[in-house]
């Protein structure tokens, strides 16, 4: 909306400075060409919004795909990965976890890299994990484990 007003008050100067310098030029063949030139002049400014604008709908209809995400195997690789991601967070919120990476190997196994307080087991991780997937993907695919316990000043 502002470059809407800016453009009606670069028309209205141009307008005035084109009626000033219409005024100021002696009668005669040189005013008829001056007042051609502002006519010119003032036509140019009612038209360049409208050439930008078409200039940009040209430009994004001509633009190639920019990255790999705007294809159906790069989509859903930004799909998968967030849905890991949010798994992390759903196991990170599990009691006596610390640390959550999870990633998708090439073999659809996703590697679950967890460290724990002291007194966590592996299944109890395990069950965290597939069901934290289960959440986010709908499904738990087969999980590869690695856990890692860290020792409190308690125990």
């Known amino acids: 909306m502002a470059s809407i007003g800016d453009w009606i008050r670069v028309l209205i100067v141009v307008a005035l400075l084109g009626n000033l310098v219409e005024f100021v030029l002696p009668k005669g063949d040189i ?49 998968q990965t967030e849905e890991l991601h949010q798994a992390e967070a759903i196991v990170l919120s599990m ?32 069950h965290y994990v597939r069901a934290a997937l289960h959440v986010t993907m709908g499904q738990a695919p087969p999980i590869r484990l690695m856990l890692s316990s860290t020792r409190t000043a308690n125990g």
């Open 31 to 79: 005013k008829r060409y001056g007042g051609l030139v502002v006519g010119l002049v003032i036509l140019a400014v009612i038209v360049n919004p409208l050439w930008t604008w078409l200039h940009q709908v040209h430009r994004e209809m001509t633009l190639q795909p920019l990255s790999w995400t705007n294809t159906p195997s790069g989509f859903q690789a930004v799909v």
């Open 95 to 126: 009691p006596k976890i610390t640390a959550c990476r999870l990633t998708m190997g090439a073999d659809d196994v996703v590697d679950a890299a967890v460290r724990g307080r002291n007194g966590v087991t592996e299944d109890t991780v395990l």
